[in-house]
C-alpha cells in the first residue's frame, strides 16, 4: 500500500534513560532541520514548562513536523513525537510509541544501558518499532563506546554496529542520526482511501480553539468540517481545524493516512479527547478501533488540604484548571477533622502527584498541607461487599473485614554487581518477593521482584539511590492485586487519633512504622505550652509513644522603652513562623509532619 | 493622653569597657567624644522643646553606657540644662545608671544634691569568679561600698541590677547573690535572665563551647527560686524581671510598660509621642553629626496603627504582676479588652495562662515563663 507521498514521511520518537539525552538530541534535530533560530535554542523547545526543565524529565508528550533535505535533495517530512520519560506516564509512551514506526534508542556512552533503557526498549518492540541505536556523549572522556555498543547487541540484541556517535551537546554527529532515520525507519503505510482511523496520543486546552488533539492518522482522512467520533466515549464534534506543528501550530487543508498533526473541534474537555482514543468520522465509522486504548486509572493519592482552611474555593478552581489539561489528574471534596476541607487527589504516581502539588503552588501561589500518600486498598467486607479504599480514614472495622489486597507491581532494578546484596536486602525489607536475575554482563545485573505498591510509593528509590550511592536504575509497573495481612495504623496526639495522619501498613511493619512515626513526629513538632503525648496505635492498642516535653521558656528578660518596636517585630516573625502550623486539637503541627510519615531510611 | 505626663529617656553611651555580654549601644575607647555629645545632647534638648511643649516631665532616666562616667559637674550642668528646657514635676523620680567603678562620695553627693534621687547601679553578680565571666571590672565589695556612699549621700531608692543564667552558675550561687544585695539594704532589684546575643563575645564563648550555660529547666529554678526568695524579703515581684520594696517601684520603667508616651535623648535613644516611635542613629559620630547638619539624630520612624498600639499595650501591660488595667485600656481604645480580645482571653484562662480579675487581666506564673507564646495570641 505504500504510495509516493507516504515514502517521504517518517514518524519516530526518541527514547532513552533519564539524563541520557534526549531532549538535547531532539532540539539538534530541530535545529538542522531548519526549525528553530539561534535565539530559540536558548531553551530546549519540547519542554516548554519550567517544572519539567527543572527535573530534567519531560513530562508531555509534543509532536513536532519537520522537513529535511537528504544527501541526495530528497525531502522528506519527518514526524518528531516526544515521549515521557517517566514510569508514571507509561501509558502515554506506549499511545506516543504506536503513533510512529521507528524510536531512536539514545544510551549514554558512559553508562550503558539502564533500566528505563530496558522498558523503554521493550515498550517500542511491543509496538514493532525500528529501533535506531545512538550512542551520545562521546566526547565525554569516560565514553566507552564500544563497550556500549557490545552492551546493545549483547543485552538487548540490537545491531549497533554502525550506530551513530554523537554529542548531541555538542551538534556531533546530528547529520548521521537523521540519514538513519530516513534509510532504517520504515514509511508509513496505511490506506487513505478506507474510514478513517486516528489515533489521539495526547491533547492539551486552548483557550480559543478547545481542546487540541494530537493526532496520528493511521488510515483514511481528516478536513475541516468533517464530523468525528469518539470511538471510545461515542461522542461527536465537528472538525474546526486541522494542522501540523511546525512546531506552532499551522492549519493545513486535508491531514491523510501517515501524517501526524492536530483536530480541533470545539471540544471542551480533554476528557473527551482520551490519550488512546480512535477518531472515525460519525457518518462513516470505522468497524474497529485501533488497539491499546484503555482508561488511566489514579494509582496514587493523597489529601491536599489548603494551609489557609479560607482559600477552599481557590483550590478547587485550580485543581478545576489544572484537570483540563491532565485528564489523568481526579479529585473529590473531602473532609478531615484535622486539616478541615480539602480534596482527596488521584494521580499516576508520585512523580506526577509532585508535580501538581509544585503547579498548584507556583502557578495558583497556594499554599498546601498534603498528606502521606496512599495506594488503592481493596476491602473485601464479611458480607462479601467489596469496597476500594484510597483514604486510611476510611477504612472499615477491622471486625467487619474478610480480607484486604494491595496493588503489586513487578520492578525491575539494574545495578552493578556489588550491590546485589544491598539491593535484596532492601526489597526483602519492603516486603519483595524475588523472582528472578539476570547478569547482563559480568559486572552489571537485572534484579527482578514484586513488590507491593505501598511500599516503593515514597521513598523506595532515594533508598535505593543511597544504598548504590546512585548507580542503580530502577523501573516498575504494575501487575495486580494480591491478598495482604494489613492494618490500619493511627497516630495519636494529645490522646486524639490524627485522621490525616493515619495510614495502612502491613501488619509486621505495623510496629517499627509506629515507632518510626512518634519519633519523626517528636523531632518535627516544636515544644508548645504542654506536654504533648505522640502515640501510635493500631484499634485500640497503643505500639509506640514519644513525649513532646513542654515549653519552660518563651520570655524576653528585658524589655524597655527603645526595645517596644523590636521585641513587636520579634513577635511577628514568631507569628509569622506559626502559619506554617497546623492546629489539630490544642496541638499545633508543622505542614510538613503530614508528608513525613512515611519518610524512613 | 495628650496632655499627660511623659518620660525623658538620656542614653549616655560611653563605657570604660564593654562587658562581654553587652549588645546595648555603648562604647568603650570614645572618651574623646563625651565633650561633645553633650553639646549635641543639649542641641537635641532645644529642638524636641515644641514637641512636648506644655507636656510635664514625671520621670528622667539617665541610662547607658555609664552616665556617670561623666564629671559630676558635666551631669549636674546637664540636668540643669533640662531644668531650665522643660517642665518638670517637683516629685520627678531622677534615676541615673551606674557602675560602681565609676562612683565615689563626692560625685554622688553632687548628683544627689542636683537632684538625682534615684541611682541604679550594675552588680550583676555576688561573685567575683562571674563578674570575671562577664567581662566586669569591678568586684562585689566595690558594690557594697558604692551602695554604702549613696547612702550616705542622701538616696533613697536605689535598684541593683542582677543576672542570672550566666555560664557555670549554680542555684545556689544565684540566690547567694540576692542574699547580698538583700543585705545591701536597697529599694529595688532587677534580675534579668541573661540574654546570650549572637556577636556578643560571651555568646561565641558559649557557642563554642568554652562557657556551659545552665541547661533550662536549672536556669527557670534559678527565677522560681529567686522570686520567691526576694517575696520573703519584703520585695514587690510587679514585673517578670523587677521586685520592688512598697511603693519604691521604677515609676520611668512603668511609663514603658504601660505604653506610656516618652522622649528619648541621646544616640541610639528611642521615643513615642503620638502613635510615632522613632529612633536616632546609633553611632556616636553619626549621631552628633545629623544633630549639627539637622538637629536630630532620626535615624528611623514608624506610625503606630491603633491596632498595633493596642497589642504594644497588651504586651508590655502584660510584663507586669498587675497587667493590663481594663479602664485605662477602654479610655485609651474606646472599646473594652473584651471587645477586642474576648475569645483569645478566654482561650488563655482556660489554658491556665492569664487570670482575668475585676479590674484587670495579667498573666499567671507559666503564662509569665512562656509570655510570648501568649502573645502570639493577641496577634491580628
Given at each position: 500500500?505504500?504510495d509516493?507521498?507516504?515514502?517521504?514521511?517518517?514518524?519516530?520518537?526518541?527514547?532513552?534513560?533519564?539524563?541520557?539525552?534526549?531532549?538535547?538530541?531532539?532540539?539538534?534535530?530541530?535545529?538542522?532541520?531548519?526549525?528553530?533560530?539561534?535565539?530559540?535554542m536558548?531553551?530546549?523547545?519540547?519542554?516548554?514548562?519550567?517544572?519539567?526543565?527543572?527535573?530534567?524529565?519531560?513530562?508531555?508528550s509534543?509532536?513536532?513536523?519537520?522537513?529535511y533535505?537528504?544527501?541526495?535533495?530528497?525531502?522528506?517530512?519527518?514526524?518528531?513525537?516526544?515521549?515521557?520519560?517517566?514510569v508514571?506516564?507509561?501509558y502515554?509512551?506506549?499511545?506516543?510509541?504506536?503513533?510512529?514506526?521507528?524510536?531512536?534508542?539514545?544510551?549514554?556512552?558512559?553508562?550503558?544501558i539502564?533500566?528505563?533503557t530496558?522498558a523503554?526498549?521493550?515498550?517500542?518492540?511491543?509496538?514493532?518499532?525500528?529501533?535506531?541505536?545512538?550512542?551520545?556523549?562521546?566526547?565525554?572522556?569516560?565514553?566507552?563506546?564500544?563497550?556500549?555498543?557490545?552492551?546493545?547487541?549483547?543485552?538487548?540484541?540490537l545491531?549497533?554496529?554502525?550506530?551513530?556517535?554523537?554529542?548531541?551537546?555538542?551538534?556531533?554527529?546530528?547529520?548521521?542520526?537523521?540519514?538513519?532515520?530516513?534509510?532504517?525507519?520504515?514509511?508509513?503505510?496505511?490506506?487513505?482511501?478506507?474510514?478513517?482511523?486516528?489515533?489521539?496520543?495526547?491533547?492539551?486546552?486552548?483557550?480559543?480553539?478547545?481542546?487540541?488533539?494530537?493526532i496520528?492518522?493511521?488510515?483514511?482522512?481528516?478536513?475541516?468540517?468533517?464530523?468525528?467520533?469518539?470511538?471510545?466515549?461515542?461522542?461527536?464534534?465537528?472538525?474546526?481545524?486541522?494542522?501540523?506543528?511546525?512546531?506552532?501550530?499551522?492549519?493545513?487543508?486535508?491531514?491523510?493516512?501517515?501524517?501526524?498533526?492536530?483536530?480541533?473541534?470545539?471540544?471542551?474537555?480533554?476528557?473527551?479527547?482520551?490519550?488512546?482514543?480512535?477518531?472515525?468520522?460519525?457518518?462513516n465509522?470505522?468497524?474497529?478501533?485501533?488497539?491499546?486504548?484503555?482508561?488511566?486509572?489514579?494509582?496514587?493519592?493523597?489529601?491536599?488540604?489548603?494551609?489557609?482552611?479560607?482559600?477552599?474555593?481557590?483550590?478547587?478552581?485550580?485543581?478545576?484548571?489544572?484537570?483540563?489539561?491532565?485528564?489523568?489528574?481526579?479529585?473529590e471534596?473531602?473532609?478531615?477533622?484535622?486539616?478541615?476541607?480539602?480534596?482527596?487527589?488521584g494521580?499516576?504516581?508520585?512523580?506526577?502527584?509532585?508535580?501538581?502539588?509544585?503547579?498548584?503552588?507556583?502557578?495558583?501561589?497556594?499554599?498546601?498541607?498534603?498528606?502521606?500518600p496512599?495506594?488503592?486498598?481493596?476491602?473485601?467486607?464479611?458480607?462479601?461487599?467489596?469496597?476500594?479504599?484510597?483514604?486510611?480514614?476510611?477504612?472499615?472495622?477491622?471486625?467487619?473485614?474478610?480480607y484486604?489486597?494491595?496493588?503489586?507491581?513487578?520492578?525491575?532494578?539494574m545495578?552493578?554487581?556489588?550491590?546485589?546484596?544491598?539491593i535484596?536486602?532492601?526489597?526483602?525489607?519492603r516486603?519483595?518477593?524475588?523472582?528472578?536475575?539476570?547478569?547482563?554482563?559480568?559486572?552489571?545485573?537485572?534484579?527482578?521482584?514484586?513488590?507491593?505498591?505501598?511500599?516503593?510509593?515514597?521513598?523506595?528509590f532515594?533508598?535505593?539511590?543511597?544504598?548504590?550511592?546512585?548507580?542503580?536504575?530502577?523501573d516498575?509497573?504494575?501487575?495486580?492485586?494480591?491478598?495482604?495481612?494489613?492494618?490500619?495504623?493511627?497516630?495519636?496526639?494529645?490522646?486524639?487519633?490524627?485522621?490525616?495522619?493515619?495510614?495502612?501498613?502491613?501488619?509486621?511493619?505495623?510496629?517499627?512504622?509506629?515507632?518510626?512515626?512518634?519519633?519523626?513526629?517528636?523531632?518535627?513538632?516544636?515544644?508548645?505550652?504542654?506536654?504533648?503525648?505522640?502515640?501510635?496505635?493500631?484499634?485500640?492498642?497503643?505500639?509506640?509513644?514519644?513525649?513532646?516535653?513542654?515549653?519552660?521558656?518563651?520570655?524576653?528578660?528585658?524589655?524597655?522603652?527603645?526595645?517596644?518596636?523590636?521585641?513587636?517585630?520579634?513577635l511577628?516573625?514568631?507569628?509569622e513562623?506559626?502559619?506554617?502550623?497546623?492546629?489539630?486539637?490544642?496541638?499545633?503541627?508543622?505542614?510538613?509532619?503530614?508528608?513525613?510519615?512515611?519518610k524512613?531510611d | 493622653?495628650?496632655?499627660?505626663?511623659?518620660?525623658?529617656?538620656?542614653?549616655?553611651?560611653?563605657?570604660?569597657?564593654?562587658?562581654?555580654y553587652?549588645?546595648?549601644?555603648?562604647?568603650?575607647?570614645?572618651?574623646?567624644?563625651?565633650d561633645?555629645?553633650?553639646?549635641?545632647?543639649?542641641?537635641?534638648?532645644?529642638?524636641?522643646?515644641?514637641?512636648?511643649?506644655?507636656?510635664?516631665?514625671?520621670?528622667?532616666?539617665?541610662?547607658?553606657?555609664?552616665?556617670?562616667?561623666?564629671?559630676?559637674?558635666?551631669?549636674?550642668?546637664?540636668?540643669?540644662?533640662?531644668?531650665?528646657?522643660?517642665?518638670?514635676?517637683?516629685?520627678?523620680?531622677?534615676?541615673?545608671?551606674?557602675?560602681?567603678?565609676?562612683?565615689?562620695?563626692?560625685?554622688?553627693?553632687?548628683?544627689?544634691?542636683?537632684?538625682?534621687?534615684?541611682?541604679?547601679?550594675?552588680?550583676?553578680?555576688?561573685?567575683?569568679?562571674?563578674?570575671?565571666?562577664?567581662?566586669?571590672?569591678?568586684s562585689?565589695?566595690?558594690?557594697?561600698?558604692g551602695?554604702?556612699?549613696?547612702?550616705?549621700?542622701?538616696?533613697?531608692?536605689i535598684n541593683?541590677?542582677?543576672?542570672f543564667?550566666?555560664?557555670?552558675?549554680?542555684?545556689?550561687?544565684?540566690?547567694?547573690?540576692?542574699?547580698?544585695?538583700?543585705?545591701?539594704?536597697?529599694?529595688?532589684?532587677?534580675?534579668?535572665?541573661?540574654i546570650?546575643?549572637?556577636?556578643?563575645?560571651?555568646?561565641?564563648?558559649?557557642?563554642?563551647?568554652?562557657?556551659?550555660?545552665?541547661p533550662?529547666?536549672?536556669?527557670?529554678e534559678?527565677?522560681?527560686?529567686g522570686?520567691?526568695f526576694?517575696?520573703s524579703?519584703?520585695?514587690?515581684?510587679?514585673?517578670?524581671?523587677?521586685?520592688?520594696?512598697?511603693?519604691k517601684?521604677?515609676?520611668?520603667n512603668?511609663?514603658?510598660?504601660?505604653?506610656?508616651?516618652?522622649?528619648?535623648?541621646?544616640?541610639?535613644?528611642?521615643?513615642?509621642?503620638?502613635?510615632?516611635?522613632?529612633?536616632?542613629?546609633?553611632?556616636?559620630?553619626?549621631?552628633?553629626?545629623?544633630?549639627?547638619?539637622?538637629?536630630?539624630?532620626?535615624?528611623?520612624?514608624?506610625?503606630i496603627?491603633?491596632?498595633?498600639?493596642?497589642f504594644?499595650?497588651?504586651?508590655?501591660g502584660?510584663?507586669?504582676?498587675?497587667?493590663?488595667?481594663?479602664?485605662?485600656?477602654?479610655?485609651?481604645?474606646?472599646?473594652?479588652?473584651e471587645?477586642?480580645?474576648?475569645?483569645?482571653?478566654?482561650?488563655?484562662?482556660?489554658?491556665g495562662?492569664?487570670?482575668?480579675?475585676?479590674?484587670?487581666?495579667?498573666?499567671t506564673?507559666?503564662?509569665?515563663?512562656?509570655q510570648?507564646?501568649?502573645?502570639?495570641?493577641f496577634?491580628?
Amino acid at each position: 500500500m505504500s504510495d509516493a507521498r507516504q515514502d517521504k514521511i517518517r514518524n519516530f520518537c526518541i527514547i532513552a534513560h533519564i539524563d541520557h539525552g534526549k531532549s538535547t538530541l531532539a532540539d539538534r534535530i530541530l535545529e538542522i532541520a531548519g526549525v528553530l533560530t539561534e535565539r530559540d535554542m536558548e531553551k530546549q523547545v519540547l519542554d516548554d514548562m519550567d517544572l519539567e526543565r527543572e527535573r530534567g524529565i519531560t513530562i508531555k508528550s509534543k509532536a513536532v513536523r519537520l522537513t529535511y533535505k537528504d544527501k541526495d535533495g530528497e525531502e522528506y517530512i519527518l514526524n518528531l513525537i516526544d515521549t515521557p520519560g517517566h514510569v508514571d506516564f507509561a501509558y502515554e509512551v506506549s499511545r506516543s510509541l504506536a503513533a510512529c514506526e521507528g524510536a531512536i534508542l539514545v544510551v549514554d556512552a558512559s553508562q550503558g544501558i539502564e533500566a528505563q533503557t530496558l522498558a523503554n526498549v521493550y515498550l517500542a518492540l511491543e509496538h514493532d518499532l525500528e529501533i535506531v541505536p545512538v550512542i551520545n556523549k562521546i566526547d565525554l572522556p569516560s565514553a566507552r563506546p564500544d563497550w556500549v555498543k557490545k552492551e546493545i547487541e549483547d543485552v538487548i540484541g540490537l545491531v549497533a554496529e554502525d550506530a551513530p556517535l554523537i554529542s548531541a551537546k555538542n551538534g556531533i554527529g546530528i547529520e548521521a542520526v537523521v540519514e538513519k532515520i530516513i534509510s532504517s525507519i520504515p514509511a508509513p503505510a496505511g490506506d487513505e482511501d478506507v474510514p478513517l482511523k486516528a489515533l489521539i496520543f495526547d491533547s492539551f486546552y486552548d483557550n480559543y480553539k478547545g481542546v487540541i488533539a494530537y493526532i496520528r492518522i493511521k488510515e483514511g482522512k481528516l478536513k475541516v468540517g468533517d464530523k468525528i467520533k469518539m470511538m471510545a466515549t461515542g461522542k461527536e464534534f465537528e472538525v474546526t481545524d486541522v494542522g501540523v506543528f511546525k512546531p506552532f501550530l499551522t492549519s493545513v487543508p486535508e491531514l491523510k493516512a501517515g501524517e501526524v498533526g492536530y483536530v480541533a473541534a470545539s471540544i471542551k474537555n480533554v476528557r473527551d479527547t482520551r490519550v488512546g482514543d480512535t477518531i472515525t468520522h460519525a457518518d462513516n465509522p470505522a468497524k474497529d478501533p485501533l488497539p491499546g486504548y484503555r482508561k488511566v486509572n489514579p494509582m496514587v493519592y493523597c489529601g491536599v488540604y489548603p494551609a489557609d482552611g479560607a482559600k477552599y474555593e481557590e483550590l478547587r478552581e485550580a485543581l478545576h484548571k489544572l484537570q483540563i489539561n491532565d485528564a489523568s489528574l481526579s479529585f473529590e471534596a473531602e473532609t478531615s477533622v484535622a486539616l478541615g476541607f480539602g480534596f482527596r487527589c488521584g494521580f499516576l504516581g508520585l512523580l506526577h502527584m509532585d508535580i501538581v502539588q509544585e503547579r498548584l503552588e507556583r502557578e495558583y501561589d497556594l499554599d498546601l498541607v498534603t498528606t502521606a500518600p496512599s495506594v488503592i486498598y481493596k476491602v473485601v467486607m464479611d458480607d462479601g461487599i467489596e469496597l476500594d479504599i484510597s483514604n486510611p480514614t476510611n477504612l472499615p472495622d477491622p471486625a467487619e473485614i474478610d480480607y484486604m489486597e494491595e496493588p503489586v507491581v513487578n520492578a525491575q532494578i539494574m545495578a552493578p554487581t556489588e550491590y546485589v546484596g544491598a539491593i535484596m536486602e532492601l526489597c526483602q525489607e519492603r516486603r519483595g518477593t524475588y523472582k528472578d536475575m539476570e547478569y547482563m554482563e559480568e559486572t552489571r545485573v537485572l534484579i527482578t521482584y514484586e513488590l507491593p505498591l505501598n511500599e516503593i510509593i515514597y521513598d523506595f528509590f532515594d533508598a535505593l539511590k543511597s544504598r548504590t550511592r546512585g548507580y542503580a536504575s530502577f523501573d516498575y509497573e504494575l501487575i495486580g492485586y494480591q491478598q495482604s495481612d494489613l492494618v490500619k495504623l493511627d497516630i495519636l496526639l494529645n490522646g486524639e487519633v490524627v485522621d490525616a495522619l493515619s495510614l495502612i501498613v502491613h501488619k509486621d511493619k505495623a510496629y517499627t512504622r509506629g515507632r518510626g512515626i512518634a519519633e519523626k513526629l517528636k523531632e518535627l513538632i516544636p515544644r508548645q505550652m504542654f506536654e504533648i503525648p505522640i502515640q501510635a496505635a493500631i484499634g485500640n492498642k497503643i505500639i509506640a509513644r514519644e513525649t513532646i516535653k513542654a515549653l519552660r521558656k518563651d520570655v524576653l528578660a528585658k524589655c524597655y522603652g527603645g526595645d517596644i518596636s523590636r521585641k513587636r517585630k520579634l513577635l511577628e516573625k514568631q507569628k509569622e513562623g506559626k502559619k506554617r502550623m497546623r492546629q489539630v486539637g490544642s496541638v499545633e503541627v508543622p505542614q510538613e509532619a503530614f508528608m513525613s510519615v512515611l519518610k524512613f531510611d | 493622653m495628650k496632655s499627660g505626663t511623659i518620660g525623658l529617656y538620656v542614653h549616655i553611651p560611653f563605657c570604660l569597657r564593654k562587658c562581654l555580654y553587652c549588645d546595648f549601644p555603648s562604647y568603650a575607647q570614645k572618651g574623646h567624644l563625651m565633650d561633645e555629645y553633650l553639646k549635641a545632647l543639649k542641641v537635641e534638648a532645644d529642638q524636641v522643646k515644641c514637641k512636648i511643649a506644655g507636656r510635664r516631665i514625671k520621670t528622667i532616666f539617665l541610662g547607658g553606657g555609664t552616665p556617670t562616667l561623666y564629671h559630676e559637674k558635666e551631669l549636674v550642668q546637664l540636668l540643669d540644662y533640662f531644668k531650665q528646657s522643660y517642665l518638670i514635676c517637683d516629685e520627678a523620680e531622677i534615676t541615673t545608671e551606674a557602675n560602681p567603678e565609676t562612683l565615689n562620695p563626692q560625685k554622688l553627693k553632687v548628683l544627689r544634691e542636683a537632684g538625682i534621687n534615684r541611682i541604679s547601679i550594675g552588680m550583676q553578680a555576688g561573685q567575683d569568679k562571674h563578674l570575671k565571666t562577664l567581662g566586669r571590672i569591678h568586684s562585689v565589695v566595690d558594690v557594697e561600698r558604692g551602695v554604702d556612699w549613696a547612702r550616705r549621700a542622701g538616696f533613697g531608692n536605689i535598684n541593683l541590677d542582677l543576672m542570672f543564667g550566666l555560664p557555670n552558675q549554680s542555684v545556689d550561687e544565684w540566690i547567694e547573690s540576692l542574699d547580698k544585695a538583700v543585705k545591701m539594704g536597697v529599694e529595688h532589684i532587677s534580675a534579668y535572665a541573661l540574654i546570650l546575643e549572637e556577636g556578643t563575645p560571651l555568646y561565641e564563648l558559649v557557642d563554642q563551647g568554652d562557657l556551659q550555660s545552665p541547661p533550662e529547666d536549672m536556669e527557670r529554678e534559678m527565677y522560681h527560686t529567686g522570686v520567691h526568695f526576694l517575696k520573703s524579703q519584703g520585695y514587690n515581684h510587679y514585673e517578670i524581671s523587677n521586685f520592688a520594696k512598697p511603693g519604691k517601684e521604677c515609676k520611668h520603667n512603668l511609663l514603658y510598660w504601660q505604653n506610656n508616651e516618652y522622649i528619648g535623648l541621646g544616640s541610639g535613644a528611642h521615643s513615642y509621642l503620638h502613635g510615632n516611635r522613632w529612633s536616632n542613629y546609633a553611632n556616636i559620630c553619626k549621631y552628633i553629626d545629623r544633630i549639627s547638619k539637622y538637629g536630630n539624630g532620626i535615624e528611623q520612624s514608624e506610625e503606630i496603627s491603633l491596632p498595633t498600639q493596642r497589642f504594644e499595650t497588651v504586651m508590655m501591660g502584660l510584663r507586669l504582676n498587675s497587667g493590663v488595667s481594663k479602664e485605662m485600656f477602654k479610655e485609651r481604645f474606646g472599646h473594652g479588652l473584651e471587645y477586642y480580645y474576648g475569645d483569645i482571653i478566654e482561650n488563655l484562662k482556660e489554658k491556665g495562662m492569664l487570670i482575668e480579675a475585676d479590674t484587670s487581666i495579667y498573666l499567671t506564673t507559666k503564662g509569665m515563663d512562656l509570655q510570648n507564646s501568649v502573645l502570639l495570641h493577641f496577634m491580628e
